[in-house]
């Protein structure tokens, strides 16, 4: 029996598909079409609802696409529809703000918009348009046109931030922890007959049941894996979810390594990531929009063993390694190793990932990481390539180069490094070094790129890191002389 909240009303249902999505849940069986099925693969946002969540004691709101969610996943959350906004006769700032600005026009995208800003508002005191633009991200218009919509992002700030949501959010958050405390607050199980759908909430039993259902599919974010389900009407038996998995929802870090859970969403590790390395910040703004950052995880990156997946390659480069699961057995395996072909891994039957261990900068180190795609952002990378060299007095010591998008795996370099290390570090090493990328990796041509264009672009992001590297470098000669 799932439980949760409907907007401020506990819900308990056993549901006929167990694997169903929330958007089928509000449109066919509550008959809430607020919520529009656009894309139904987490593009177009549409289908925008907000999960509400306890987090350290108060209420997490967070922006997620309807249609790639599994209902069952919504156990012990409250879930929030545009239908619940507005107040009697008296619309929600949000939606005020929407209507004042002229922010709709055939008004199909505008519930999707609307609960993206809900989300942004909750979250945010002020308004910032960077931060806006960023929430919108993940939402789609064809006809009114962004501006009016940003326009009414800001606007919303002038209302005070209380709403009913907060007026209410005691009795929420009692709510909610009365369902995660009761008998069905811990394992969940839900069958049909002809589909299983497991939610564990510790390691031990999440691994128990992979190895009584090897056949399982697990479920992290789901936002690839959904996909399965609504662009290639696929079913699966039994899905084991894996969000609940308390010792697999921590991000930890030791004096030598971040230590990501295995279901840890992409938006729950960006902060301690970027801290450390800074060029990462602009690759996770546009691995997928918001709401896919707010759901998919970086194991699931890693899992999905995607050759133009954009966490692999950086992975690669730093060393970092995953600590694999099978019963009560665990294993240290680098992220170089974990990969043997297309959509092949190491992974063997009824082992999961269930942490990834990524080594903190090293002195003297410089990390960059350089994503090509069509679009700029929300878009799937033709290359990605991530560089983290070390040089000492003006000569090579270290390279680790490795791309993602250039074979059927992502991969290392390993000529590109030879022709770096022990080499001075100027411009004649890099050619070398760039005509030695070519003999690493032998592209396709697909309708993201020709195998010439991956090849070039590629080589020229060693020279874009090599004359980043240079400028850095004046730059601080420039600062030290003044």
């Not at 070094?433 to 090849?455: G, H, K, N, V």
Request: hydrophobic share 40%; aromatic share 8%.
């Amino acid at each position: 029996m799932i439980k949760f909240l409907l907007n401020e009303v506990e819900s308990q249902l056993s549901p006929e598909d167990p694997h169903g999505s929330v958007l089928d849940y509000l449109r066919e069986t509550l008959q809430k079409k607020g919520s529009k099925e656009g894309c139904a693969s987490g593009d177009c946002g549409a289908c925008t609802v907000v999960i509400g969540e306890t987090v350290d004691g108060g209420m997490q709101y967070r922006a997620i696409n309807a249609c790639i969610t599994p209902m069952a996943t919504l156990h012990g959350k409250q879930l929030i529809t545009v239908e619940h906004l507005k107040q009697g006769d008296t619309l929600h700032p949000v939606q005020q703000a929407m209507v004042e600005c002229h922010g709709s026009q055939c008004g199909f995208c505008t519930p999707g918009f609307i609960m993206s800003m809900f989300a942004y508002r909750k979250s945010h005191a002020h308004p910032d348009r960077e931060a806006i633009c960023e929430a919108l991200g993940g939402n789609l218009c064809r006809c009114t046109g962004y501006r009016p919509i940003i326009d009414a992002a800001a606007q919303m700030f002038e209302s005070p931030l209380e709403d009913q949501f907060t007026s209410a959010e005691e009795k929420t958050l009692s709510a909610l922890q009365a369902i995660a405390g009761g008998g069905d607050g811990a394992e969940l199980a839900l069958n049909n007959g002809e589909k299983s759908y497991f939610s564990p909430t510790s390691v031990s039993n999440l691994a128990y049941l992979l190895q009584q259902h090897p056949e399982a599919k697990l479920v992290a974010g789901g936002t690839d894996l959904c996909l399965e389900f609504t662009q290639f009407l696929r079913e699966f038996n039994t899905l084991i979810y894996t969000g609940r998995v308390v010792e697999m929802l921590r991000v930890e870090e030791t004096g030598s390594a971040i230590e990501i859970g295995g279901a840890v969403s992409f938006s729950d590790c960006a902060e301690a990531l970027v801290r450390h390395y800074p060029d990462l910040e602009e690759l996770l703004a546009r691995l997928g929009s918001l709401q896919i950052r707010n759901q998919a995880t970086m194991a699931g990156n890693v899992a999905n063993a995607s050759p133009i997946a954009d966490m692999p390659p950086v992975l690669i480069a730093l060393d970092a390694q995953l600590l694999l699961r099978c019963g009560e057995e665990t294993r240290l395996l680098p992220v170089r190793d974990y990969y043997k072909g297309y959509k092949e891994t190491a992974q063997a039957v009824s082992e999961f990932i269930e942490r990834i261990i990524i080594p903190k900068p090293k002195a003297g180190y410089d990390f960059r990481v350089y994503k090509i795609s069509k679009r700029l952002e929300d878009d799937i990378s033709a290359t990605c390539g991530a560089f983290y060299i070390k040089i000492e007095g003006g000569v090579v010591s270290d390279a680790r180069v490795a791309f993602g998008g250039m074979a059927a795996i992502p991969a290392r370099a390993g000529n590109c490094e030879q022709a770096l290390i022990g080499q001075a570090w100027n411009e004649q090493t890099i050619e070398i070094a760039m005509t030695a990328l070519a003999e690493d990796f032998q592209p396709i041509s697909d309708f993201r790129a020709s195998a010439e264009y991956r090849l070039s672009v590629s080589q020229n992001l060693l020279k874009r890191f090599y004359l980043e590297l240079e400028s850095t470098a004046d730059q601080l000669r420039v600062t030290h002389y003044a």
